[in-house]
């Protein structure tokens, strides 16, 4: 069995730039040591990515504050999480989830099977989405995600995606 990691959005809107918080900033280096624990060729990495007229998204209309749009600072990803992982398959997503990501670790599974686990920003949008996704394309693989290695719009949506995901038996560890 092939174990790889899921780097979901450690953008640095995300971590200090305009959605960005304390407990955010707090996981940088435990992302990156997390990473630094699985070999090169099976990281990915996802990354938010939204357009000049994100306002005008569904997304923007509920949560009006620009973030993420291509090509600017807060799009990149964090410059040490990113040295951290050279090799990483990185997509971009138009919206919380990848299905992109759940696709292509679904073809790679094909191939051998996979055990996947999940880090990132923010547990309560794009990290749970991500993992329900794969779980969904996955079902019979163990999911798992590193709460030690996620923080949510708060602490307490955190704890809630962290419940959330139990009951659809994602295993959450850390």
Known sequence: MKKVLVVVDMQN???????GTVQAQGIV?????????????????????HGEDYLESSEGKNLPVV?????????????EVAEAMPQAVILDKPTFGSTELAKLLYRENEKEELEVELVGLC???????????????????RISVDASCCAGVTPENHEAALATMKMCQIMVEG
């Open 123 to 141: 547990t309560d949008i794009c990290v749970v989405s991500n993992a329900l996704l794969l779980k969904s394309f996955l079902p019979e693989n």
């Open 13 to 19: 809107d995300f971590i200090d730039g305009s959605l």
């Open 67 to 79: 973030h993420c749009v291509k090509g600017s600072k807060g799009w990149e990803i964090r410059p």
């Open 29 to 49: 280096s435990k992302v990156i040591s997390k990473i630094k624990s699985y070999p090169a060729d099976c990281i990915y990495a996802t990354r938010d990515t």
